[in-house]
C-alpha cells in the first residue's frame, strides 16, 4: 500500500508563472489536507477536502490560491501568479473515510516550491 | 487565540535528560490528539495518539487535561534520535469531519 505520494519533490518557477503541486492520497483514503511550512517556522493549515468538496478552506490566501480534489485522479493546489513569499514546502496528508472520533493523518513526503 | 499553541523552544538537553513539552487548545469540544514527529526537511510522522486516561509508549508518556485544555509530552532518558521538532495536533472530531490543526512546534536538540 503505498503512501501519500506528492509530485513534484522540488519545483521551480520565475515569479508570475503558475505552480501545480499534486497529492495522491493513500489508498481508501478520502480526507486530504494541504499544509504550508516557511523556512524555520510551523506548518499552517491551508485547506482540507474530501472527494469534489472543499470542507474547510480557511487558511488559504484568497488570492492566487485554489485546490481541489476531483472524483478521479489526485488532489490539486494551484498557485497562480507566484511571489517570492510562496517558496515554501507544502504538505498534503490523508485521513481514512472515518466518521466519529478522528484518526491520523498520514503524510507526503512533500513539494519544494522555489520561486525566483 | 491560536487554536493550537505550542512552547516555542527551543530546547536543548543532555543526553539522558528527561524533558516535556505543552501544548494548548481552544476549541472544548476537541476529540481526538495527537504528537506528531518532524525531522529536518522531512514530513511530520506520527509518535502516538493522546488518550483521555493518558498514555505511555517506552520512553515516551502522553497526558490530556480536558479541563485546562491542554496536552503533554514527556520524554526520559533522551537520545540523540530524539533531536526534532514536536507537533501538537488536534482533531475537533465532529461527524464526517476529520479536520486536524498543528501547533507550530516545539524543536527539541539533544546532546552528548
Known amino acids: 500500500n503505498a503512501g501519500v505520494m506528492q509530485n513534484p519533490r522540488h519545483l521551480v518557477r520565475r515569479r508570475g508563472q503558475e505552480a501545480r503541486l499534486r497529492c495522491s492520497p493513500m489508498?481508501?483514503?478520502?480526507?486530504v489536507y494541504w499544509y504550508r511550512q516557511l523556512p524555520e517556522e510551523g506548518l499552517k493549515f491551508m485547506v482540507y477536502?474530501?472527494?469534489?468538496?472543499?470542507?474547510?478552506e480557511s487558511g488559504m490566501p484568497k488570492e492566487r490560491f485554489s485546490a481541489e480534489f476531483p472524483k478521479e485522479g489526485p488532489s490539486i493546489l494551484r498557485i497562480q501568479q507566484v511571489v517570492r513569499g510562496d517558496s515554501a514546502a507544502y504538505f498534503c496528508?490523508?485521513?481514512?473515510?472515518?466518521?466519529?472520533?478522528?484518526?491520523?493523518?498520514?503524510f507526503g513526503q512533500g513539494t519544494r516550491l522555489t520561486v525566483v | 487565540r491560536k487554536e493550537v499553541e505550542q512552547d516555542p523552544g527551543p530546547f536543548n538537553v543532555p543526553e539522558g535528560a528527561t524533558v516535556a513539552f505543552n501544548c494548548t487548545y481552544s476549541?472544548?469540544?476537541?476529540?481526538?490528539f495527537f504528537w506528531y514527529r518532524q525531522d529536518c526537511r522531512k514530513e511530520p510522522k506520527l509518535l502516538m495518539s493522546?488518550?483521555?486516561s493518558g498514555n505511555e509508549d517506552g520512553r515516551f508518556t502522553a497526558q490530556l487535561n480536558r479541563a485546562s485544555q491542554y496536552i503533554s509530552l514527556l520524554i526520559r532518558d533522551s537520545k540523540l534520535s530524539d533531536s526534532a521538532t514536536y507537533l501538537c495536533?488536534?482533531?475537533?472530531?465532529?461527524?464526517?469531519?476529520?479536520?486536524?490543526?498543528f501547533g507550530a512546534g516545539t524543536r527539541l536538540t539533544v546532546k552528548p
Open positions: 496528508a490523508s485521513s481514512p473515510n472515518q466518521q466519529g472520533v478522528g484518526t491520523e493523518a498520514f
Open positions: 489508498k481508501g483514503h478520502s480526507h
Open positions: 477536502l474530501q472527494k469534489e468538496n472543499i470542507i474547510d
Open positions: 476549541n472544548s469540544a476537541s476529540q481526538s
Open positions: 493522546v488518550y483521555s
Open positions: 495536533v488536534v482533531n475537533p472530531g465532529e461527524l464526517n469531519n476529520n479536520d486536524m490543526r
